[in-house]
């Protein structure tokens, strides 16, 4: 992936001047986003689509296919996408940029090294409180939006993205806690890198993603703990299931991007000299389809196992 950065001392400005994105902002940070491991080139984008459609309330990225040449060179198919930032949430949750701090995999992406105790702090509470207690989950839900952490770890658990949460893991919240909107100091979530979900074959539907946080996630471990949260969570996931992740529903959404992206994978296949037939973006899509065709029956287990 290659990343960009407008700077003064490249053209006078710290925005670029182009929106290539039709973001309706000038942005300081763009990515040509290679996609990892997905050979499909496709899961990214598709799934930040979805979580788009559904009304997610998860900060999610735009993705424009672009084809890629240096200095006249052909060198693959790529995505072109924004970057979480203070100017990304100033327009897109109307907060002043100034009082935005992003963590990132549990480090300040945006902010000032003490802010890092806003995070420390929240983990604490959560280590530190019984949320089967309901004045204690009441107490949560001024500290983090719940929709949004309930929609994220449904998503990423029904998706079985294998890369995560101890990776590629982002929230936001405003320093301050008393202005209105979103500007209420409450955590919300961010989705992004999501080559490593778990239809890269057609077996990972049976991925158990619950052991990755029961147990491990304070966050998440702590609120299974309360019958409320529980509800809820099971709630989101039968509705992601049921929903936008039926095959009825999901499977046309995989030949559309699988149809806009088998020739350009193809021909990048040939450029780096890849042969394994798996390369091929048809036979992904085929994978995706396969794994949202058996997925729901092994959530339903591990509903049972786990909540």
């Known amino acids: 992936s290659f990343n960009f950065f407008a700077r003064n001392e490249y053209s006078n400005s710290k925005y670029f001047e182009e929106d290539l ?97 806003l995070y420390e702090d929240l983990l604490s509470f959560f280590e530190d409180n019984d949320m089967s207690d309901p004045d204690n989950y009441e107490q949560a839900k001024q500290l983090v939006d719940m929709q949004s952490l309930i929609d994220y770890y449904a998503l990423e658990i029904y998706i079985a993205n294998v890369d995560w949460p101890f990776n590629n893991y982002e929230l936001w919240r405003t320093r301050t806690t008393n202005g209105g909107g979103y500007a209420d100091g409450r955590w919300r979530w961010m989705l992004y890198d999501l080559d490593g979900i778990g239809v890269m074959d057609q077996w990972m539907a049976e991925q158990v993603s619950f052991s990755d946080v029961r ?46 992206m088998y020739l350009p994978v193809e021909k990048e296949s040939e450029r780096f000299v890849r042969s394994n037939e798996e390369d091929a973006a048809w036979v992904q899509g085929e994978y995706m389809k396969e794994f949202f065709k058996r997925r729901y029956s092994f959530i339903e287990d591990q509903i049972e196992g786990y909540l």
């Open 215 to 260: 147990g491990k996630d304070i966050l998440f471990d702590s609120l299974s703990e309360n019958a409320e949260f529980r509800e809820a969570f099971c709630t989101k996931l039968r509705e992601l299931g049921n929903g936008r992740f039926s095959s009825e529903q999901i499977n046309p959404v995989i030949d559309r991007y699988i149809d806009m």
């Open 21 to 117: 994105l039709n973001l309706g902002y000038s942005a300081k940070k763009l990515s040509l986003y290679a996609c990892g491991d997905d050979r499909s080139k496709s899961k990214g984008p598709m799934v930040s689509e979805i979580a788009d459609d559904l009304d997610l309330q998860i900060a999610t990225l735009t993705y424009e296919p672009y084809v890629l040449f240096l200095d006249g060179e052909y060198w693959g198919v790529y995505w072109l996408t924004d970057r979480f930032d203070s100017i990304y949430v100033q327009e897109n949750y109307g907060v002043d940029k100034d009082d935005v701090v992003i963590v990132k995999r549990g480090e300040i992406e945006e902010g000032n090294e003490d802010d890092l105790a």
